[in-house]
């Protein structure tokens, strides 16, 4: 009887330890695949972003015609959490400086766990 209570135990601690490692190995799969997505955004600004064209420039629209599967839903670039990610495009001497955020897991804004990625892009 105490063997099969010691059994039971080791067995639900394995799987726990086990449910605990997947969902840390499937949280930094989701935050790589962001910083995918982010990357794309940099080499698509890098390809069709011009002091000429920065009103009315629709990031999500070019970089849908540079990677077709990249993720957005009305306009706007998803995370690998389904949220918006935010992109910030200002002119500069010699360019532009980029500052791009995701939510990150908690899908909040301005908090620890947000994905940031600040560049600058020469024209």
């Not at 706007?76 to 990610?85: F, K, S």
């Given at each position: 009887?105490?063997?099969?209570?010691?059994?039971?135990?080791?067995?639900?601690?394995?799987?726990a330890i086990g449910?605990?490692?997947?969902?840390?190995?499937?949280?930094q799969?989701?935050r790589m695949?962001?910083f995918?997505?982010?990357?794309q955004?940099?080499?698509t600004?890098?390809?069709?972003?011009?002091?000429?064209?920065?009103?009315?420039?629709?990031p999500?629209?070019e970089?849908?015609?540079?990677?077709?599967?990249?993720?957005?839903?009305d306009?706007?670039?998803?995370?690998?959490?389904?949220?918006?990610?935010s992109?910030a495009?200002?002119p500069?001497e010699?360019?532009?400086?980029?500052?791009?955020?995701s939510a990150?897991?908690?899908?909040?804004?301005?908090?620890?766990?947000?994905i940031?990625k600040?560049e600058?892009?020469?024209?």
């Amino acid at each position: 009887m105490k063997l099969t209570i010691i059994s039971i135990t080791v067995i639900a601690l394995i799987a726990a330890i086990g449910f605990f490692i997947k969902t840390k190995i499937d949280t930094q799969m989701m935050r790589m695949k962001t910083f995918d997505t982010m990357g794309q955004i940099l080499v698509t600004l890098d390809k069709s972003l011009n002091s000429k064209s920065i009103n009315g420039y629709n990031p999500a629209m070019e970089a849908r015609k540079i990677y077709p599967l990249i993720p957005e839903k009305d306009g706007q670039i998803l995370d690998a959490w389904g949220q918006p990610i935010s992109l910030a495009i200002q002119p500069a001497e010699n360019g532009f400086q980029i500052h791009i955020i995701s939510a990150g897991p908690d899908k909040t804004m301005g908090t620890a766990d947000d994905i940031i990625k600040d560049e600058f892009l020469r024209n």
